[in-house]
């Protein structure tokens, strides 16, 4: 695996409910959680969209950037969606269909519900997917950021998540969210379904990261931090294995 030193990001486009009229969009605070961490292990990242361009933030996402506020409790969180240079890149992502996995050492899907209206149509997104994992590369996802792994299929025709362990939001989390009748189907279920081997936290809402080899996903947003960690360490291990002389593995 040649190291870039770059990670991919995936973000939707869809800022509406198909079934009801709640916003919806990227879970802002799994992105910047993620971003921090990647960015002070030295690495650069690529925002991307199934279809490109602007990327809508859930408005809900936001409550916990004001409350914060309000408590006088200003983290990265409130920061970065004050940097405009930061939140210009929501306005202009790249296509899902135009990034290259030689270009980048990993791939993370953020959440936010409106991913499940684009993620798993994404045949783009899917294909890319398939080529992070087959080239030997990291494939991570968190919340409702797994909808993007649904349709993913290897050279073999077997899904990705075939046998692997994994995570995502939980029905009971849905259900605690007040969104089990708006959401277009059962994440958790859907994941099984696919063979996937599905495990949550005892509580919901708890902390929760799986690594199953090149893939780690997250439970829910209070994941975010352990999963970002997660990658950038199995992005150091790829790299000492990468600088190993040849000759070893001969």
Known sequence: MIVTSKILIIVTNSDLFEKVGYRT?????????????????????????????????????????????????????????????????????????????AGYDAIYMTGGHGVMFDFPKSASLAELTAGF????????????????????????????????????FSWKEEKLANRDEAVPFNLEEELQKRGGRYSKAMMPFGSHVVEDGLLITA??????????????????????IDSLPKEMFL
């Open 25 to 101: 969009g990227l879970w802002l605070s799994e992105l910047v959680e993620f971003w921090d961490i990647a960015e002070e292990a030295g690495y650069k990242m690529d925002i991307a969209s199934p279809s490109g361009g602007k990327t809508p933030l859930d408005p809900e996402s936001l409550l916990i950037t004001e409350m914060g506020d309000a408590i006088g409790l200003r983290g990265s969180l409130s920061r970065r969606y004050e940097d405009k240079g930061f939140m210009s890149r929501l306005d202009n992502t790249l296509k899902v269909s135009d990034a290259d996995p």
């Open 133 to 168: 994992y087959e080239a030997g590369k990291i494939v991570s996802a968190a919340c409702h950021g797994p909808c993007g792994l649904l349709e993913v299929k290897l050279s073999d025709g077997t899904y990705l998540i075939n046998g692997k362990q994994i995570t995502g």
């Open 219 to 240: 439970q829910n947003p209070k994941s975010t931090k352990n999963l970002g960690q997660a990658v950038i360490k199995k992005l150091k291990e790829l790299k000492e």
